[in-house]
């Protein structure tokens, strides 16, 4: 059974930081790309973050460059989201999602919100 479970998300100030992990089962993790997904009320899911299966080559969204880290560690099948400098349009429902090739999975989200 494929699960991603992402864990992390909460309230924080403006200039603060979090770090999102999205834990993986189920299927051979270190295979797939992994990526973080961000969706704001009213708005549609922008991509944040992806980072390959092979080399760890890492992309990111304009808006987080600079302030958001994402890495991995295959060991324990699990990503992570290091968020620092958050701004209020930051607040949004996190996603992670597992891709390879025409295949994957998405996580169920994780509620950060950026608010003084």
């Known amino acids: 059974q494929v699960q991603l479970v992402e864990s992390g998300g909460g309230l924080v100030q403006p200039g603060g930081s979090l770090r999102l992990s999205c834990a993986a089962s189920?299927?051979?993790?270190?295979?797939?790309?992994m990526r973080w997904y961000r969706q704001a009320p009213g708005k549609e899911r922008e991509l944040v973050a992806g980072?390959?299966?092979?080399?760890?080559?890492?992309n990111y969204a304009d808006s987080v460059k600079g302030r958001f880290t994402i890495s991995r560690d295959d060991a324990k099948n699990t990503v992570y989201l290091q968020m620092n400098s958050l701004k209020p349009e930051d607040t949004a429902v996190y996603y992670c999602?597992?891709?390879?090739?025409?295949?994957?999975?998405w996580g169920q989200g994780t509620q950060v919100t950026v608010s003084s």
């Open positions: 189920g299927f051979t993790f270190s295979s797939y790309t």
């Open positions: 999602k597992a891709v390879f090739g025409f295949s994957y999975y």
């Open positions: 980072i390959l299966r092979v080399g760890s080559t890492t």
